[in-house]
């Protein structure tokens, strides 16, 4: 039961994500269709579960090497193998792909560390 609140907190997280990039930044586009969007964010949460841990693993090394930074190219390489895979949210530019990176990374750590301390009290 666990695992299952896990997935589902994730994609509420990456759902809150993917509208506030689409919102802020340029060049970043998601399909204004709401089931188009739950469709978008179901791709991106397995995206992110399963393809993921794998890059993490392989690309360990780096990750050392920079201290953690390198997990942001991964973090990009998620979001354009969903620019690549879906055809609901279209990505125009390495800046837009850089920037929607930065904004979606901030905010699954804000929301997670929101999420982890309320839950510990």
């Known amino acids: 039961m666990k695992f299952l609140s896990r997935i589902v907190f994730y994609f509420l997280v990456n759902l809150v994500a993917l509208i506030t990039a689409a919102q802020f930044v340029t060049g970043f586009s ?3 269709n709401i089931e188009n ?17 794998l890059l993490k693993i392989i690309f360990t090394p780096f990750i050392m090497l920079s201290l953690g930074l390198f997990s942001l190219v991964i973090n990009a ?8 895979w879906s055809v609901n949210v ?7 792909l850089v920037y929607s990176t930065l904004l979606i ?4 750590l804000i929301l997670t560390f929101v999420a982890k301390s309320s839950f510990k009290e």
Do not use: E, H, Y
């Open 77 to 84: 390489i998620m979001l354009k193998l969903l620019d690549i």
């Open 90 to 96: 279209t990505i125009s530019g390495i800046q837009a």
């Open 37 to 53: 969007i739950l469709i978008l964010t179901g791709i991106f949460t397995a995206i992110n579960l399963l393809i993921k841990p």
């Open 105 to 108: 990374t901030g905010v699954n």
């Open 30 to 32: 998601i399909n204004n």
